[in-house]
């Protein structure tokens, strides 16, 4: 029988990080080639959200992004079942989110956040909605959930994030954690000039070092 593997997850390492947002920025140009980002420089008509966030503290810095839970909190409480599992990444269906926020309370992480949704570049308006703007009532923008989907929007078109953005991979192989699954590289880990981000595959069997110390005890 073929056994599943855990979903994969990019980690981080506080002390390579130097602070830079490159991951940021990758991410937001990736996850925006339809709203005319990365087109060419000065093009962009809206505001830059990533789906990780750079943390900075008096001593250190460091992305913090989904760790693509297995029994992903942020899904469970979800009320229109807006989060599904897809090919070992935990991602949001835009298009079904109502921006209630449930999943941005639940996640243990801070993963997610609450931003407009944009359409070609332009805020995406709701249908029924209004609100009172300068004066007069206008078609209220939606708000949906935002959060790392691992690349795999840009993967599932046929491309890799990777080779879009930067060409070296980062793919860790120590201990219990196996390869990327085959997968791309996400955008953040291929441009960060620090190697500070990882993408891990782990794997359920017990590494062979692992199962010798068991049978030591
Ligand atoms: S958003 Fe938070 S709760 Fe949901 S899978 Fe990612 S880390 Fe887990
Ligand atoms: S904000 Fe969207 S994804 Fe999050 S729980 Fe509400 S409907 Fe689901």
Known sequence: MRKERPNSFVIAE???CIGCKACELACFAVHNRDNG??????TVTMPVIPRLYVIRTDSFTMPVQCRHCENAPCAGVCPVQAIVQEEGAIT???DRCIGCKACAMACPFGAISLYK?????QEHKQPHLREQLNGRLERKTRVIAYKCDLCHDI????????????????????GSLTEGG???VPACASVCPEQALTLVSPSFGA????KAAGLRL
Not at 37 to 42: K, T
Not at 117 to 121: F, L, N, T, V
Request: charged share 15%.
């Open 14 to 16: 506080a002390g390579k």
């Open 207 to 210: 590494s062979r070092s692992r």
């Open 182 to 184: 085959g997968g791309p």
């Open 155 to 174: 993967a599932s078109d046929g491309n890799t994030a990777s080779g879009e953005i930067a060409g070296a991979g980062a793919v860790n192989n120590s």
């Open 37 to 42: 980002v990365a087109a060419a420089v000065g």
């Open 92 to 94: 949001i269906d835009e």
């Open 117 to 121: 949704a944009y359409s070609s570049g």
